[in-house]
């Protein structure tokens, strides 16, 4: 077996016995496929099963030169995982990734918006056009339910319990969670499914597909991006955002307002509590509140 084919069988492992996500899968796939490039492009023939940690440390050297600590620790780590699983299947009895330590770096706390921020961002949507009320849907659901962007584009019609007050969610691994969803976010799915939505075109294996673009197909990961980009850039917003910043600050308002880092990781789908305190962003004035609120010698 070459390259390719122990990259493909570590493909089918992630997918069938992990259960991660096509996206997932791709990202971790590419960090081999760039060893591989390295290895070609300096004549090196080693295979998976014979290559050596003097190798891989060539490697991260040159790779260290090209990208940041996040992006070189992230490497690492999928190459970890990719000998871990050559280890498992028995095709080689020890990891050459083994005593490579990935580089420190600091927590990164993420943006976050406003509430005033988020209420002019969905203002200056266009609501003249069928896009502008599927627009305004969107991104009341990204930050009413906390949504990654991946959620939101996969979010079937079949998954709304309105009656009920939920949504419910596929996310990481095809786990499943139910997430809260407010009345304002409830009516402007309502107007784009009753108004928009049923004068589409839709494409055959679309029909329980919630958001579709104007030809009756499931919207991209980047078609949303684009979308948030053009508003932050016609409101004049001097952020760098992302559909991830709307989670963020679903995460953050929730906090700021009294919820529990515990009821926020459920509703965020996050495995460890852990995620959830990167995820949320503390500025200290809201510490000293809380201090101030709750503490028993804040007198």
């Not at 580089?103 to 988020?118: A, M, Q, V």
């Not at 609501?127 to 584009?153: D, F, H, I, K, Q």
């Not at 679903?250 to 459920?266: K, P, V, W, Y």
Request: with cysteine.
């Amino acid at each position: 077996m070459n390259w390719k084919s122990y990259i493909k069988s570590y493909q089918s492992y992630l997918r069938i016995e992990r259960g991660l996500s096509k996206n997932t899968i791709e990202n971790y796939s590419f960090d081999i496929e760039r060893l591989c490039l390295f290895l070609e492009e300096n004549n090196i023939t080693d295979s998976p099963l014979k290559i050596s940690e003097e190798t891989i440390q060539q490697f991260i050297y040159s790779v260290s030169k090209e990208v940041n600590p996040r992006s070189q620790a992230r490497i690492i780590s999928g190459l970890k995982s990719f000998f871990n699983y050559l280890i498992f299947e028995d095709y080689r009895q020890d990891n050459p990734m083994e005593l490579i330590e990935p580089p420190k770096i600091g927590r990164k706390l993420p943006d976050t918006l406003s509430i005033t921020e988020i209420d002019s961002l969905i203002s200056a949507i266009d609501l003249s056009s069928n896009e502008g009320e599927r627009n305004r849907a969107m991104l009341e659901t990204l930050y009413g339910c906390g949504l990654r962007v991946s959620e939101l584009v996969s979010l079937k019609i079949s998954d709304l319990f309105f009656d009920e007050g939920f949504v419910k969610i596929t996310g990481k691994g095809n786990k499943q969670r139910f997430v809260p969803i407010g009345n304002l976010t409830q009516k402007y799915i309502q107007i784009y499914k009753d108004t928009i939505r049923t004068h589409l075109n839709i494409k055959k294996g679309q029909e329980d597909t919630l958001f579709l673009n104007r030809r009756g197909n499931q919207l991209t990961r980047a078609m949303i991006f684009t979308i948030i980009k053009d508003l932050a850039v016609k409101i004049e917003l001097n952020k760098n955002i992302s559909p991830h910043t709307f989670r963020h600050s679903f995460a953050t308002h929730l906090l700021e307002n009294g919820a529990d880092l515990r009821s926020i990781q459920l509703m965020l789908g996050h495995e460890s509590i852990t995620t959830t305190e990167i995820y949320v962003h503390l500025d200290r004035k809201f510490l000293a509140e809380v201090i101030n609120a709750y503490h028993p010698r804040r007198k």
